[in-house]
C-alpha cells in the first residue's frame, strides 16, 4: 500500500482538501507513524475538523482506509509491547533496601545515582543493530518515496491523454480565436512548483516576455524539468490566450511518414482543414438540391455553410495553411532528414530521430510559448548549428533548458538562475550572465565582508569601554549604531567539482593505428572506406559528423568491438582503452548501487575505497549506496567516469560524454581531461567541449575520415551556409 493510493482516496472523498494536510495523512498512515499511535483514530480525529458536518462520509472514508490498511496494521499489532512488567530473580525486602534516591524522583524512575556504579550492561546488541538497520531503511524509503511518486503521477499523466487530446486541452481553438490585441507577456509574482512532496520552487516570480528567449540553468536536480511540465501543463496560471508546446520524449512511431507527422502536429490546422473538407462537401450537397418549396430553408443552410467557411478559411490563410508542406520538408531537412527520409514511416526511426521529429513537430507548430527540454542533446552537431541558426528568428516566447554554454550564447537574449528555491534573471547570454553574476557576487562578498569589519570595530570599542565612566556615553552610542546595522546573510558559496583521471604510464608507440581500414555491415553498403589514423598518447582528437556517418562506428573499430572488412589495425600489447558509450546507462546494473556496481566490474578492494572512489567524480555521502536506477542522467554518467578510471587506460574514447552532465561537472570534466596524459578521442555536439579539449577536428562523411582545417566555429559556418543554399 503506498501513500499515493491513500492519498487518492482522501482526495476522492473529500475534495478541496488542502493539499499540504493531504501529503501529511498519507505518509503519516504509510511509515511515519510510531508502533504505540493509534493511526485510525488520529487521523479521523484530524478528517473530521476539515470535512465538518459530512461524519458519514468520513465513516466511509475511514473503513475504506482500514481495508487497504489491513495488512499494516496486523504488523502494528504484532509489534505492539506489552506492559512493561519485569519478574525479579530473587525477594527483596523493600525495608532494607536502604533509602530511595535523590534523583529517582525526578526522572521517572531512573535512578540516576547509579548510573556510574560500574555494572554491567545488560543491551541486547543484536536488538539493537537490527531496530538501528529498521531505521535507517525507513529514512531511506521516506528519501525514495517522493521521487517514486512523482513519477508515478508524471506516467499516469502520460497515459491519459493522446498528443492531440492534449493538444487541445492545453490549447482550446476558442482561445486562440480571442488572443488578437491581448498581451502575450507572461508575469506571474509568486508560484510555487512541487514535485511529490519536494518543494522546487517557493514564492518565486515567474516573467517571461513575449519574443524573448530564455535559457534555464542550474544544478542536477534542481527541478528544471519539473518547472516546465508545471507551466506545459498550466498546473501555474499562464493566460489561457497563450499557446503553449513541451518537446520532452520521443513521437510514437506508427504507419505516418516523418512529413505526415510534422503536417499532423499542427492540431488547429489538421482540424479545420478537416472541416474545411465537410462543409464544402455539405455546400455540394446543397448546390445539388433540387428546387422545391423549401427554398428559403435552402438558401438560409446555404448562407450558414457559406458563413463559417469563409471563417475557417480566414483562420487558415492567418495561420498559412498552404505552406504548410513546404515548411514542414524544410524543418526536417534543416534537422537531417533527406528526402528519402521524410517519406519513411516514423516507426523505422530510432529514439534519437524520433525526438528530432518531436521537435520538428514543435517548430512547425509555432507555438506562442514554446518549451524545450535538452534539444541538443539529441542531436548531432550539424543539425545543432542549423538549431541555432533557426531559433535565433524564433517569433514567440522560447524557454529552453540546456547545459550546453555554446547554444545559450548563441540563442539566449535572458538567462535564469534556478537555486535555492527561487529563479533569477539576467539580460544576455550565457557569458554575459556568467560575468553579472561573478560580479554581483564578487559585490556581496566585499559588501558582507566590510560590514562584519566595521560590526568587529564597534564591538571591540564597546568591550573595551563600555563600563568606563569617561568614555560610557560613547560606548552606548556605537551600541546603538549597531543594533540599527541590517543584518546580511553569508554570501552563497559556489559549489566547485572536480574529476580525477589516474596519470598511465608511458608506452612506446605505435599504440592504435587504422590503415586503409574499409568497413560495412554488408559489403555492398561501405560505411567507411580506406581509413588512415594515428592515435598516441599526445593525441586529443574531436570526430564531427552528421548522425549516421560512422562516427561511432569508427569509435567501435579503434576499440576492437568491430573488425574491419579489409585493411589493418595495429594495436600495442600493453594498451588500455578506455570506452564511455553515448548510451552508457544500458551498461549499468540500476538494482546495485554504486558501490556494488564498482565491486562486481573491479574485486579486491574496501567498500571505503570504493567510495573514496566514486567521490572522485563527486559521487559521495549516502548517493553512493544509492540504486543507480533511482540517480539522475548527471549522476549516472558520474558513475561510468568512475568505471572507465579504474580501467586505467592509456587512451579514452568518449562518444556524447557530455549529455546530461550540468555545468559544474562539464567544467570538472573539461579540466580532468586537459591536465590528464593520456590520449582522448571524442564525439561531441558541445562546441565549448570541443575547443577546450581537442586540438585537432575531424569530419566524418561520405564514406571518409578527413582532418578539417579550422575551428568549430568555421565548421558550423560552413554546415549552415550548406542547409541554406539547398533549394
Known sequence: MSSYEIAEKIRESLPGTEEILVQYLSGYLVDDASEEEDILQIARYMLESVAGDKTDIVGKLMNSLK??????????????????????????????????????????????????????????????????????????????????????????????????????????????????????????????????????????????????????????????????????????????????????????????????????????????????????????????????ESDVRLEEARDEVSARLAEVHASLAEMEAESGPGRAAALLAGLGFSEEDQKRPTRSFSGGWRMRLALARALFVKPTLLLLDEPSNHIDLNALAWLEDYLQTWPGTLVVVSHDRAFLDAVATDIIHQHSGRLDYYKGNFTQFYSTKSERERNLRREYETQMDYRKHLQAFIDRWRYNANRAAQAQSKIKILEKLPELTPPETEETESFLFPETEKISPPLLQLSEVTFGYDASKIILNRINIDVGLDSRIAVVGSNGAGKSTLIKLLTGELNPLSGQVNRNGRLRVGYFAQHHVDTLVPTMNPVQFLASKFPGKTEQEYRQHLGNFQISGMTGLQQIGTLSGGQKSRVAFAVLSLQRPHILLLDEPTNHLDLEGLDALMSALSSWNGGVIIISHDERFITSVARELWVCGDGAVTKFKGDVEAYKNLIVSKVKAKP
Open 67 to 292: 481495508a487497504l490498511l489491513q495488512e499494516q496494521l496486523t504488523l502494528r499489532e504484532k509489534a505492539r509491547p506489552g506492559p512493561k512488567l519485569q519478574r525479579l530473580d530473587k525477594v527483596l525486602d523493600m525495608s532494607k533496601t536502604g533509602a530511595m534516591s535523590n534523583t529517582i524522583a525526578f526522572s521517572e524512575g531512573v535512578d540516576l545515582e547509579s548510573i556510574n556504579k560500574g555494572k554491567a550492561s545488560r543491551v541486547d546488541v543484536k536488538k539493537l543493530e537490527k531496530q538501528e538497520a529498521k531505521l535507517k531503511a525507513k529514512i531511506e524509503k521516506r528519501a525514495r518515496r517522493d521521487l517514486y511518486e512523482g513519477s508515478k503521477l508524471l506516467e499516469q499523466t502520460k497515459k491519459q491523454q493522446s498528443y492531440e487530446e492534449m493538444f487541445m486541452k492545453i490549447n482550446p481553438l476558442q482561445s486562440s480565436a480571442t488572443s488578437k490585441n491581448k498581451s502575450k507577456d507572461i508575469h506571474l509574482p509568486s508560484i510555487d512548483v512541487s514535485f511529490g512532496s519536494n518543494r522546487i520552487l517557493s514564492g518565486a516570480s515567474l516573467t517571461l516576455a513575449h519574443g524573448r528567449r530564455y535559457g534555464i540553468i542550474g544544478r542536477n536536480g534542481v527541478g528544471k524539468s519539473t518547472l516546465l511540465r508545471h507551466i506545459a501543463m498550466r498546473e501555474v496560471p499562464i493566460p489561457p490566450h497563450i499557446s503553449i508546446l513541451f518537446v520532452e520524449q520521443e513521437i510514437i512511431g506508427d504507419d505516418t511518414t516523418a512529413l505526415e507527422s510534422v503536417l499532423k502536429a499542427d492540431v488547429w490546422r489538421d482540424h479545420l482543414l478537416a472541416e474545411e473538407a465537410r462543409l464544402n462537401a455539405r455546400l455540394a450537397e446543397l448546390d445539388a438540391t433540387p428546387p422545391g
